[in-house]
């Protein structure tokens, strides 16, 4: 897990000339197909960190990665951190008729289940993915490039 967070920290510096976050950014590094470690304990390692306060939570490019059992473990993880007023924001792969990718049926049920609500739904080429670049005159937006955008809790 470090030497992919790493490749990414040299993009941020080589590509992008190491952009200045207008807010504390803490990468994890952390093999969500483990058992024995779980968000909680990696961020609880973190100083600065505080699970009473809302936070943001993006994952992108990660659950179409991790199976069945670790689409389910990533969920039930950032749900078990996230304070009240936190955002997640999960990008996700979905093919009918596979288990390991999630669609939004699944999606629903389970962040609803973890607690989350307002959940925003996009997929590419629809009108929130759309960044006229998408031939919507020859395509249907594809469910194969989607977001969710959810709050926890109410507020």
Sequence with gaps: ?????????????????????HCPVHTVSL???????????ELGALAAFDSAKPSVFFAEGLIMYLGKDGKRKLLT?????????SVFI???LHREGDDNTLGEAEATAT?????WADLEFSKYGDER???GRFPTDKFEPSPAFSFVVCRKGSK
Excluded: Q, R, W, Y
């Design 31 to 41: 093999d969500f197909l483990d058992a024995e470690t779980t968000l909680a304990t």
């Design 90 to 92: 999960l990008n996700f």
């Design 111 to 115: 962040l609803t289940e973890l607690g």
């Design 129 to 131: 993915l759309n960044f």
């Design 77 to 85: 993880d950032v749900s078990a951190v996230a304070a009240e007023g």
């Design 1 to 21: 897990m470090e030497s992919v967070n790493a490749g990414k920290a040299g993009v941020f510096e080589a590509i992008l000339g190491s952009p200045k976050a």
